[in-house]
């Protein structure tokens, strides 16, 4: 994590102002300027539209009742194209240029939901540090007298982690398919 947060904040700035100056000193200050702001007001025109197609699309494919998983991943790239057209600089400008390009964001979307499925199907989605991992209730309820923790001195009000028991896959599924039978 530490490699990309350096190269989002200390490398690529210093890449645009690089970059910034080069252009400036081939084309001038002031045309340079003019530049990122034309970049940066035809980008903001690209992504509302493509913003907008990708929300009717996402739309359409909920009103059928299906899930518009690669809408909203494309949906994504839209919004991080538009983070990148408003942040000053002609080399966040090119990568956000390729990010409207649709083949190209179709593609990266698909590797983004292959991504996801494979942490998900893997034990559970990761983010932020936490990994959930399958946890399924016990026929306690979280209420009775005895998952009180009255140590801690809270009024009684909370309840022990104990409540919920963790189960591999194999009797989670099979707890569910007898879940199923029971209400048949």
């Known amino acids: 994590m530490f490699?990309?947060?350096?190269l989002l904040f200390i490398v690529m700035p210093l890449l645009e102002?690089?970059?910034?100056?080069?252009?400036?000193?081939?084309?001038g200050g002031l045309n340079t300027v003019l530049v990122l702001?034309?970049?940066?007001?035809?980008g903001a025109a690209l992504v509302?539209?493509?913003g907008m197609q990708a929300w009717q699309q996402a739309q359409q494919r909920m009103a059928v009742g299906e899930m518009p998983g690669m809408q909203l991943a494309e949906g994504i790239l839209i919004f991080v194209a538009g983070l990148m057209f408003v942040t000053p600089g002609l080399i966040t400008d090119a990568f956000a240029i390729l990010l409207l390009v649709p083949f190209i964001r179709k593609a990266l979307?698909?590797?983004?939901?292959?991504?996801?499925?494979?942490?998900?199907?893997?034990?559970?989605?990761?983010g932020f540090g936490f990994q959930s991992r399958g946890f399924q209730r016990s026929?306690?309820?979280?209420?009775?007298?005895?998952?009180?923790?009255?140590?801690?001195?809270?009024?009684?009000?909370?309840?022990?982690a104990d409540a919920f028991e963790s189960k591999d896959e194999n009797?989670?599924?099979?707890?569910?398919k007898d879940d199923r039978n029971e209400k048949k």
């Not at 991504?115 to 989605?125: D, F, H, L, T």
């Not at 026929?139 to 005895?146: I, L, V, Y």
């Not at 009797?171 to 569910?176: G, I």
């Open 17 to 27: 102002i690089l970059v910034l100056i080069q252009v400036g000193s081939v084309i």
């Open 139 to 160: 026929n306690r309820s979280p209420f009775d007298s005895d998952n009180v923790d009255s140590d801690n001195g809270a009024d009684g009000r909370t309840f022990e």
């Open 109 to 126: 979307a698909l590797k983004i939901m292959a991504r996801m499925q494979v942490q998900v199907s893997m034990g559970g989605a990761q």
């Open 48 to 50: 509302r539209s493509q």
């Open 3 to 6: 490699p990309v947060i350096f």
């Open 37 to 42: 702001i034309v970049t940066a007001l035809i």
């Open 171 to 176: 009797e989670q599924s099979q707890q569910l």
